[in-house]
Antibody, heavy 113, light 107 residues
């Protein structure tokens, strides 16, 4: 089993940028598919994007194509999600997942003026 | 992009009931479909992958079927711990996409 530990909650202003992390333990990080999924309050799951570190390939959902950046640091086995131009609609819990089997505990991002 | 449509969006059921949830893809995805269970305040849990393969440790009352554009998750005999929200996900092509979810509630 791979353990994923995400960074703590964030409170951000509209228009700002947030970057949060997902530290993995176990397995071979470079071969993982690390996905990012978010869930707004009372809403369903939304796939945002993914990265495969060994290939450096990234894919994004249409909604996030121009303001989300997923990166991975193989030296620290940590993946990152950076989301820019935040609005109140970005208030959500953001999850990382390894092959959509093992999940992090989630990072709550609150966007409020 | 491929759209995933689940039905019903919510349902009421009793312990022991047979429950069926359907997921339709806007175009063919082969068998590249997974089912997840999520309980309030908890992380999603994968139940089924490749449309019909049971994730290790998941009770055998859960089963999946289908291919192409139509898929089904069946719970053969609903247990108290199965009241939750269920999501399908297509992973055939990027961007991947979840269905909108089906909430299974106590009747």
């Amino acid at each position: 089993q791979v353990v994923l530990v995400q960074s703590g909650a964030e409170v951000k202003k509209p228009g700002s940028t947030v970057k949060f992390s997902c530290k993995t333990s176990g397995g071979t990080f470079s071969t993982f598919v690390i996905s990012w999924v978010r869930q707004a309050p009372g809403q369903g799951l939304e796939w945002m994007g993914s990265i495969i570190p060994i290939f450096g390939t990234r894919n994004y959902a249409q909604n996030f194509q121009d303001r989300a950046t997923i990166t991975a640091d193989e030296s620290t086995t940590t993946a990152y999600m950076e989301l820019s131009r935040l609005t109140s609609d970005d208030t959500a819990v953001y999850y990382c997942a390894r092959d959509l089997v093992d999940w992090g505990q989630g990072t709550l991002v609150t966007v409020s003026s | 992009d491929i759209q995933m449509t689940q039905s019903p969006s919510a349902m009421s059921a009793s312990v022991g009931d047979r429950v069926t949830i359907t997921c339709r893809a806007s175009q063919g995805i082969g068998n590249s479909l997974a089912w997840f269970q999520q309980k309030p305040g908890k992380v999603p849990k994968r139940l089924i992958y490749a449309a019909s393969r049971l994730q290790s440790g998941v009770p055998s009352r859960f089963s999946g079927s289908g291919s192409g554009t139509e898929f089904t998750l069946t719970i053969s005999s609903l247990q108290p711990e199965d009241f939750a929200t269920y999501y399908c996900l297509q992973h055939n092509t990027y961007p991947q996409a979840f269905g909108q979810g089906t909430k299974v509630e106590v009747k």
